[in-house]
């Protein structure tokens, strides 16, 4: 296998970037063999991994599994951004699951998101951008994005398992995300790999990197949990 494709810069590194993050030659090279990479969208559409960023910045954040708690409040909070924010800045904004197609729509009404969304079913692309497996010690620090504790959220988690069509986990519960700032074209200006479920990147810092306003997360619109 390929070595990642990248540092992580985090911390002070990524306090020192520009807001506006304007150019490509500001960034880091993709690898061409992770930019042809596929992934699928929810009716199964094989497109490559680079076309999602071709022609515009992207913030591509890569979810455990669709059936983690964590990341579906984290989605859900994602979700509350407005689409004329990401407009106004020429971002686009990019959730990719490992899960099969077939979970995404159902993942989406789950959360309310509406904005772009594919799956790596494989986990290539997480692999190949040195995405952790297993959970690594490290304190993470209370997330504005999780209101559930570790039961009621874990039992959630279990009834939509064992109620779905398939049970299954909708991904691999090993395998851990992260957060991407990428394109136009294939250069990386900001990555975060988490170190365990809880350690995604604040929403709003994030947005700031990118020059996209930030937003309100307190009230939380009303989602069915099925």
Partial sequence: MAAPVTQQVSGGGARSLSPALTGPESGQPLAPSV??????????????????????RAVVVFVRHFLCY??????????????????????TLIVIGQSSYHHIEPFCKLTGYSHEIYVDPEREIYKRLGMKRGEEIASSG???????????GSLRSLWRAVTGPLFD??????????????GPGNN?????RDRNRLDHKPINSVLQLVGVPQVDFTSRPSVIHV
Avoid: W
């Avoid at 986990?169 to 990428?182: A, R, S």
């Avoid at 990386?188 to 975060?192: L, N, P, Q, S």
């Fill in 35 to 56: 930019a042809e990479l596929p992934v699928l969208d929810a009716s199964g559409r094989r497109l490559p991994f680079g076309a999602l960023f071709r022609e515009r």
């Fill in 142 to 152: 209370q997330s504005p994005h999780i209101k559930s504790n570790l039961l009621s």
């Fill in 169 to 182: 986990f909708q991904g691999d519960p090993t395998q851990q995300g992260g957060t991407l700032i990428v």
């Fill in 70 to 91: 964590i990341c579906k409040e984290y989605v859900e909070d994602l979700a509350k951004i407005p689409r004329s924010f990401l407009q106004e800045a020429n971002v």
């Fill in 188 to 192: 990386i200006h900001f990555m975060h």
